[in-house]
């Protein structure tokens, strides 16, 4: 079966700092990549999407792909204590086997401490 | 504003008793994907709809079917609800299923079994 894999955390970061948040996944062929934003008790929230290699900018939020190493990244600039939350990462395969679609991690939980 | 609803927001059921979820859609979207979220968990993929073309998951239980009568809906039903189906269930729509497949998520509907 194919697999993400996240740091369950929490990730602890005062606020104003970058928090990293940290993605593998083992289907080499996967060609796309989501962040989703999920606060506790509520629905996933799709706040990122990176489909090439590089690093991709909204507003704080940035995306890093490496196909090559199979991870991807979510850098949160000025972090808030609004950001608190768990964020999951999802990787689209394609696969004869198991079919096409959207595998998530388990996701990191992130807190920002005022 | 374009959305994706799902109703009700909580259910209670007891042991064995069928229940019915519901959701629709304002996207137009032809994709429509029914997600099991249990606590600290990665949403696990249920089925999904493409237009009519219904795709079940090797691993859903028998316990669980679904419904699209049309583009803007689609049901889950659990026919005997077991205590372990209590879970947050995720309705989630995206325009087609391309590798560039930008899933939206539903509020969810948290299921309590007793």
């Known amino acids: 079966q194919k697999e993400v894999e996240q740091n369950s955390g929490p990730l602890s970061v005062p606020e104003g700092a970058i928090a990293s948040l940290n993605c593998t996944y083992s289907?080499?062929?996967?060609?796309?990549f989501f962040w989703y934003r999920q606060y506790s008790g509520k629905s996933p929230e799709l706040i990122m999407s990176?489909?090439?290699?590089g690093d991709k900018e909204d507003g704080r939020f940035t995306a890093q792909l490496n196909k090559a190493s199979q991870y991807v990244s979510l850098l949160i600039r000025d972090s808030q204590p609004s950001d608190s939350a768990t964020y999951l990462c999802?990787?689209?395969?394609?696969?004869?086997?198991?079919?096409?679609?959207?595998?998530f991690g388990a996701g990191t939980i992130l807190r920002v401490k005022s | 504003d374009a959305m994706v609803i799902q109703n009700p927001r909580y259910q209670v059921t007891q042991f064995g008793k069928p229940v019915t979820l519901s959701c629709s859609q304002t996207?137009?979207?032809?994709?429509m994907y029914w997600y099991q979220q249990k606590s600290s968990q990665a949403p696990k993929l249920l089925f999904h709809?493409?237009?009519?073309?219904?795709?079940n998951e090797a691993d859903t239980p028998d316990n669980f079917q679904s419904r699209r009568p049309n583009t803007s809906f689609c049901f889950l039903d659990i026919r005997s609800p077991g205590l372990g189906d209590a879970a947050m269930y995720l309705c989630?729509?995206?325009?087609?299923?391309?590798?560039?497949?930008?899933?939206?998520f539903g509020p969810g509907t948290r299921l309590t079994v007793l």
């Open positions: 989630a729509t995206s325009r087609n299923q391309a590798e560039i497949n930008e899933q939206f």
């Open positions: 289907d080499r062929g996967s060609q796309s």
């Open positions: 990176i489909y090439s290699n």
């Open positions: 999802a990787v689209y395969t394609l696969s004869m086997e198991y079919g096409n679609k959207l595998v």
């Open positions: 996207l137009n979207h032809n994709v």
């Open positions: 709809y493409y237009d009519k073309d219904f795709n």
